[in-house]
T-cell receptor
Framework: NAGVMQNPRHLVRRRGQEARLRCSPM?????VYWYRQLPEEGLKFMVY????????ESGMPKERFSAEFPKEGPSILRIQQVVRGDSAAYFC?????????????FGSGTRLTVV | GQSLEQPSEVTAVEGAIVQINCTYQ??????LSWYQQHDGGAPTFLSY????GLEETGRFSSFLSRSDSYGYLLLQELQMKDSASYFC???????????FGAGTTVTVRA
């Protein structure tokens, strides 16, 4: 298993376009978390999903942002009508359960640049 | 919500010992974790403390005092490859997500 796979690694979008970020969790992991990171800052929680369910979206802006984790296929973070302030690194993490002892496994992130 | 404080940066020489402190505020505590991130890459899990005391894993150790809402990560026998950002993170017992501190950049000099 190659771990948590995110694609694309880099994404450039013009203002007003849509950005789709994909995350395939580790095999056997059914819990997915999305985080956003600005340069020199920490990881800000956005959303926590299990298969076909959004468990906690308290960190995700109500407008333009959505996330899903379908029964089949990767988790998708979707940003509509992107603005320059959306430029950031978006990390996905997965875990097999809610036990924190074993930590999250993170992907390498998607660097979104809005021009 | 949760808030965490940790120093923004630390510089030390190879072979030295570095301690990164983390204080947190959370309504319900469910453990303190530490993660390492090199050059904006994938953060990697280092350690987890749910109970008071010291957990040792090789050159890295992590400590927790729940009564003081405080923990630290101890890096011993520093090596150049330890230059990275280190984040403390807490999980609130009322939800499942990890909340991260702003990170401490550790620079190891020869």
């Amino acid at each position: 298993n190659a771990g948590v796979m995110q694609n694309p690694r880099h994404l450039v979008r013009r203002r007003g376009q849509e950005a789709r970020l994909r995350c395939s969790p580790m095999k056997g992991h059914s819990h997915v978390y999305w985080y956003r990171q600005l340069p020199e800052e920490g990881l800000k929680f956005m959303v926590y999903l299990q298969k076909e369910n959004i468990i906690d979206e308290s960190g995700m802006p109500k407008e333009r942002f959505s996330a899903e984790f379908p029964k089949e296929g990767p988790s998708i973070l979707r940003i509509q009508q992107v603005v320059r302030g959306d430029s950031a690194a978006y990390f996905c993490a997965s875990s097999p359960n809610t036990d924190s002892r074993y930590g999250y496994t993170f992907g390498s992130g998607t660097r979104l640049t809005v021009v | 919500g949760q808030s965490l404080e940790q120093p923004s940066e630390v510089t030390a020489v190879e072979g030295a010992i570095v301690q990164i402190n983390c204080t947190y505020q959370t309504s319900g505590f469910y453990g303190l974790s530490w993660y390492q991130q090199h050059d904006g890459g994938a953060p990697t899990f280092l350690s987890y403390n749910a109970l008071d005391g010291l957990e040792e894993t090789g050159r890295f150790s992590s400590f927790l005092s729940r009564s003081d809402s405080y923990g630290y990560l101890l890096l011993q026998e520093l090596q150049m490859k330890d230059s990275a950002s280190y984040f403390c993170a807490v999980r609130d017992s009322n939800d499942y997500k990890l909340s991260f501190g702003a990170g401490t950049t550790v620079t190891v000099r020869a």
